[in-house]
């Protein structure tokens, strides 16, 4: 469903350490909600808990959930991390976005 570099994963592991959660048993909440210069923008964030609408994907040892709500959108993502001169931050490499805004943080289907 939702694949993550390595890169990107040791940012994750080095992130959640630093805000008190804990890689092997908590998650990264991956979401997309109404908003941004092209539509929809991206939500990621860490959660100790999952719900009754959430579906649990793992990839490189990352346990990703993701509102069920948001699944159709994020099909296919790769998540991964950018340190380079235009910025850092998660970068999301989505196979279903037809049209990206300039700073990559929103899209349209």
């Known amino acids: ?9 040791n940012k994750i592991v080095q992130m959640m350490q630093e805000e008190g959660f804990n890689s092997a048993v908590d998650f990264v909440r991956v979401g997309v909600k109404s908003g941004g210069c092209s539509g929809l923008s991206y939500e990621l964030k860490f959660d100790a808990n999952k ?8 990839d490189n040892d990352i346990k990703i959930i993701v509102e069920k709500k948001s699944i159709l959108y994020l099909a296919g993502t790769i ?3 950018s340190g380079g001169l235009n910025g850092k931050g998660f970068v999301f490499n989505n196979p279903n976005a037809q049209r990206t805004c300039g700073c990559g943080e929103s899209f349209s289907l």
């Open 1 to 9: 469903m939702i694949k993550v570099s390595d890169i990107a994963k």
């Open 79 to 81: 998540l991964e991390y």
């Open 51 to 58: 719900t009754d609408t959430d579906s649990l994907f793992e």
